[in-house]
C-alpha cells in the first residue's frame, strides 16, 4: 500500500495504489493554511476508511509540499546569518547586476530585500583561489569573534558561502565545526554542500534560501511525522523533489531548497507517463483553487531545468520545467475603481474562506463560482460529500455584472475568458517563444479545475487531442507514486579540450559515484533498484553558458577518449541552437544523478463495454452554450467504456473534477480509460 498526498492551495488530493491488486482509492479533503499538516492527517485518515485498511498497513507515504515555496513566497522565512569572504559582504544586494530593461526602468525598480540582510551578512579572514589554492590562511581568532558576535544576534539560522569554495571547501568546513562547537543549536548550510558550483551569486542565493526555510519546513515535518504517528502511521515520510524525485523526510529538512517546485513535480511525472502510454506530445494543464501550472512533454520526457525563480530569487537546483500563473477555481474576479475593467486573480479564496458557492464564508465571486453559474459545475461534488449553493453564487456573480452593466450569464462568461487568457499566456510562453508550435501537442487536463477550462484550451490553441486522464482530479497524488528516488552530485572542473587528461575526468566521476552510491544507501534502495546517470556540462570556449551532455556508463566504466563526447556536444549544441563552432571544447562541470526505482503504478489496457450513453447519463441539465441555456446531459464517467463516444455539449462527472465537452466537439474513451477530446469534423 502506498500513499500520495498533494497539497494545494483549496483541497488536499491523495490516492493510494495497492500493489498487489492495482486498485487504487481517491480522496479529497479541503486543505489547511495554518497547517498543512492538519489536513494531510485527515485525508490519511479518511482514505483509510474509504480502502478498509488500518493506518499502519501503509508501506510507504509520499509527499509533495509547497511550505519551502510558500515561505519565501510570503517572506515569512527564518532570520539568516551569511558568513562570506571579506571583501564581498554585498554579494546578494550585486546579485547579477541585473535591471529591468533599458530606458530608466531601473528608477522604478522594487528590488526585493535579500533574504539574509546586510546587518546579518559577516565577512570572514581568508582567500581561496578558483583553482583551489590558499590564497590567505583562514584566521580562526578573527572568524571565531565574528562568529559570536552573529551567532548571538539572534539569528535562526546560518549559512557559511565563501569565494570558490566549490574548488576547495576546507574553510567552510572548518568554520562550520567551530560553529557546531560553539553553537550546536543553530543549523548550517555550505555552499560547498548545497550547490558545488561556480558562479558566487547563484550558488550563496540558493544555500540562503536553504536556510531561510529550513527551520519552517523542519517543524512542519515533525508536525506532519508526528500526526501521522498519532494516527498509527508506521511507514515511512518521503518528500517529492522539484525535479520529480523523491528524498527521504530527513533529507528534506537537510536540504528543503529542493523542494521549491514539489508540488507541480508530481502532475509533470504523471503527464510524461501518460505521453509514453498515449503516444502524444503532450502540454501539461494543472489548475488547481489557487493556480495553474504548465509545462512541455516531448518523447515521453519532461524538460529539467538547472534553476527556478522562487518570487524574486533564482534558485539553483534541478527542478521540473513549468511555468506558474495565478489563475485558479478560487481565483477572484474584480471590477477595477479606476478603468472599470474586469480582472481575474492573482488574488484567490484559497481553501478558507474559498468560492462563494462552498458556503464557508466566501463573499467574493470566483472562477468556480462561474462555472457553477453557467451550469458547468454540478450542484453536488465528491460523489455527494459536497454541496454547492448555486443561488449564492449566482448573487455573487451578479455584482460584477451589475458594475459592468452585464447579465449574470454574460458576467459569468467573461470571468472565464479572462482566466482562460491568462492561463493561455502561461501555455504560449512554454510553446511560441520557444520556438514550438502547440497544433504538435495535445494538452493533458488535470487538476480539480483543469477540465472543466481544457476544451476551451485546446480550442484556442488548436491542440488535439484534449486527454483528461482518469484520475485526474489527483493525478498530481499519483505522480508522487510514479518518483524515483533522485540525488545529484556536481563537481565543478573547468578545463578546456587543449589540455585535458581523459584520466582526469574519469576519476572524478569515479568519486561522485560512490558518492551517489552511498546516497542510495541511505535511502534504502536496492542494488538491482539503482541507476547512476553521468553528464558533463560543455560549451564553446568564450560561451557564458553550458549543455549538459550525458555520456554512456559503458564509456564511464571504459575510461575510454573524450572525443566521442565532444563530438556528441556539438551535435547537441548544432540542434538546440542551429550551429557548430569550430573552436575548442570547455568543461564546465561534471554530474552523477543517483536514481533508485520504486515500483511502477501498471496501468493495464481496459476492455471494451456497453457503449450505451443511455446507462451512464446522471441528469440533464441546463448549462451555457453560444450565448444561450441548453440542456445538456451530465454523464458518470465510471460508467462510460472504453470506445464510447460522446457528442458535445455534455458535462461528465467523476468523484474528483468536472469535465466540460464543448459543443461541436466528442470525447471517446480509449483503452487506458483516458477521455480523449476531438473537434466534431474529426469524427467524420
Known amino acids: 500500500m502506498r500513499l500520495g498526498v498533494d497539497v494545494g492551495g483549496t483541497f488536499t488530493d491523495l490516492l493510494l495504489h495497492d500493489e498487489m491488486t492495482g486498485r487504487v482509492w481517491q480522496s479529497k479533503t479541503p486543505s489547511t493554511p495554518q497547517d498543512q499538516s492538519i489536513g494531510v492527517a485527515e485525508g490519511v485518515r479518511l482514505i483509510c476508511e474509504k480502502a478498509g485498511i488500518a493506518p499502519k498497513d501503509l508501506e510507504m507515504v509520499l509527499h509533495g509540499t509547497t511550505v519551502a515555496t510558500n515561505a519565501v513566497l510570503e517572506g515569512k522565512g527564518a532570520r539568516v546569518g551569511l558568513l562570506t569572504s571579506e571583501g564581498f559582504e554585498y554579494v546578494l544586494h ?13 528608477i522604478v525598480m522594487d528590488k526585493p530585500t535579500p533574504l539574509a540582510t546586510l546587518d546579518d551578512t559577516r565577512g570572514i579572514p581568508e582567500r581561496i583561489s578558483a583553482k583551489g589554492e590558499i590564497v590567505r590562511d583562514l584566521d580562526e581568532e578573527a572568524a571565531t569573534k565574528i562568529i559570536d558576535e552573529l551567532c548571538t544576534s539572534g539569528i535562526e539560522a546560518l549559512t557559511i558561502s565563501l569565494m570558490h569554495s566549490y574548488a576547495n571547501s576546507i574553510h567552510e568546513q572548518r568554520l562550520r565545526d567551530i560553529v557546531a562547537e560553539r553553537y550546536p543549536s543553530i543549523p548550517v548550510s555550505l555552499s560547498s554542500d548545497i550547490l558545488p558550483e561556480f558562479r558566487e551569486y547563484d550558488r550563496t542565493i540558493t544555500t540562503v534560501m536553504n536556510d531561510y526555510v529550513r527551520p519552517i519546513m523542519t517543524r512542519y515535518l515533525d508536525r506532519i511525522e508526528g500526526r501521522l504517528a498519532a494516527n498509527e502511521v508506521r511507514s515511512h515520510l518521503h518528500i517529492v523533489r522539484s525535479d520529480g524525485g523523491l528524498m527521504s523526510a530527513k533529507a528534506a ?79 477572484i ?17 484559497g481553501a478558507q474562506p474559498g468560492p462563494v458557492c462552498y458556503s464557508r464564508g466566501g463573499t467574493e465571486p470566483t472562477v468556480s463560482d462561474a462555472n457553477a453559474v453557467l451550469g458547468y459545475l454540478p450542484p453536488v461534488l465528491l460523489s455527494g460529500d459536497m454541496s454547492l449553493d448555486i443561488e449564492a453564487a449566482r448573487k455573487a456573480i451578479q455584482t460584477i455584472g451589475d458594475k459592468l452593466g452585464l447579465s449574470v450569464e454574460s458576467a459569468a462568461k467573461g470571468i472565464l475568458q479572462i482566466a482562460n487568457e491568462v492561463m493561455l499566456g502561461a501555455l504560449r510562453v512554454i510553446t511560441v517563444q520557444r520556438g514550438l508550435d502547440p497544433r504538435d501537442f495535445g494538452i493533458l487536463a488535470f487538476g480539480g479545475a483543469g477540465p472543466l ?15 483528461v486522464p482518469n484520475n485526474a482530479g489527483v493525478l498530481s497524488a499519483l505522480g508522487f507514486l510514479e518518483s524515483e528516488f533522485k540525488n545529484e552530485f ?4 573547468i578545463r578546456s579540450s587543449r589540455d585535458i587528461e581523459p584520466a582526469m575526468i574519469w576519476d572524478r566521476f569515479a568519486e561522485l559515484a560512490t558518492r551517489g552510491r552511498a546516497w542510495l544507501d541511505e535511502q534504502e534502495v536496492a542494488d538491482a533498484d539503482r541507476r547512476l546517470i553521468y553528464t558533463l556540462d560543455l560549451r564553446y570556449e568564450q560561451q557564458g553558458y553550458e549543455v549538459s551532455v550525458e555520456i554512456d556508463a559503458g564509456l564511464v566504466a571504459g575510461a575510454g577518449a573524450l572525443e566521442p563526447v565532444f563530438d556528441q556536444f556539438h551535435g547537441l549544441h548544432e540542434r538546440l541552437y542551429g550551429v557548430r563552432f569550430h573552436v575548442p571544447v570547455e568543461i564546465v562541470a561534471l554530474r552523477v544523478v543517483a536514481v533508485g526505482a520504486t515500483p511502477p503504478v501498471d496501468q493495464q489496457p481496459l476492455t471494451g463495454g456497453d457503449h450505451d450513453l443511455s446507462a451512464a447519463l446522471i441528469e440533464t441539465r441546463p448549462a451555457w452554450f453560444d450565448d444561450a441555456w441548453v440542456d445538456t446531459p451530465n454523464y458518470d464517467r465510471a460508467k462510460l467504456a472504453v470506445g464510447t463516444k460522446i457528442p458535445g455539449p455534455a458535462i461528465i462527472r467523476q468523484y474528483d473534477s468536472t469535465t466540460v465537452l464543448l459543443p461541436r466537439h466528442f470525447a471517446e474513451v480509449d483503452q487506458f480509460g483516458n477521455l480523449l477530446i476531438w473537434p466534431a469534423d474529426k469524427g467524420n
Open 94 to 106: 550585486l546579485a547579477k547586476s541585473w535591471t529591468p530593461g533599458p530606458l530608466f526602468g531601473w
Open 253 to 331: 529538512g537537510d536540504r528543503p531548497v529542493h523542494t521549491v517546485l514539489s508540488g507541480p513535480a508530481g502532475g509533470v511525472t504523471s503527464t510524461a507517463m501518460v505521453s509514453k502510454r498515449t503516444g502524444y506530445d503532450l502540454l501539461a494543464f494543472d489548475m488547481g483553487g489557487t493556480s495553474t501550472d504548465v509545462s512541455v512533454i516531448i518523447d515521453g520526457k519532461p524538460t529539467i531545468s538547472r534553476s527556478t525563480e522562487v518570487g524574486a530569487f533564482p534558485a539553483k537546483v534541478p527542478t521540473m520545467d513549468v511555468r506558474s500563473v495565478g489563475a485558479g477555481g478560487g481565483s
Open 333 to 349: 474576479a474584480e471590477v477595477s475603481d479606476l478603468t472599470r475593467s474586469l480582472r481575474v486573480g492573482p488574488r484567490s479564496a
Open 453 to 467: 477550462h481544457a476544451n476551451a484550451m485546446s480550442a484556442l490553441l488548436g491542440c488535439y487531442p484534449c486527454v
Open 490 to 493: 556536481v563537481q565543478t572542473f
